[in-house]
């Protein structure tokens, strides 16, 4: 078999694009499939007012942890000291109200009760001229 390499004038076809909006869902949902099933210590739960997070973390005090939440976006993560590495993100269908969300760790499991936040409608009426 022969392999040669494309001329300088094919090789705009061959470069991978950058990552769009739609591309990185499809990574994202791909790498939940491929991925999913190490988390398997890991539960989901809603309500109306809230989400319910549990994350097994056995071994890992709180001062050892770093939670953050941005927007719809919450991180889960240890500091270098902690004996153990976790690391992971979720994306919420909804916005979280950072205030009146809150993280307990009782023995080995984070739960992360996350309130919704309040959706506020800005929409206004315009006068036709």
Request: net charge neutral; no cysteine; proline share 5%.
């Amino acid at each position: 078999m022969f392999f040669a390499t494309a001329p300088a004038a094919f090789s705009h076809t061959l470069r991978r694009p950058g990552l769009t909006a739609h591309s990185r869902s499809v990574e994202r949902l791909l790498n939940d499939a491929l991925y999913g099933a190490r988390q398997s210590g890991a539960a989901f739960t809603q309500d109306d007012n809230s989400f319910t997070l549990s994350l097994d973390m056995p071994g890992i005090s709180k001062e050892q942890l770093r939670i953050t939440l941005d927007g719809a976006i919450v991180r889960v993560q240890t500091k270098d000291d902690a004996p153990r590495s976790y690391r992971t993100a979720y994306e919420l269908p909804q916005e979280v109200d950072n205030t009146l969300s809150e993280a307990k760790l009782e023995n080995g499991v984070l739960t992360l009760k996350l309130a919704k936040k309040v959706p506020v409608d800005t929409s206004a009426e315009l006068t036709i001229q």
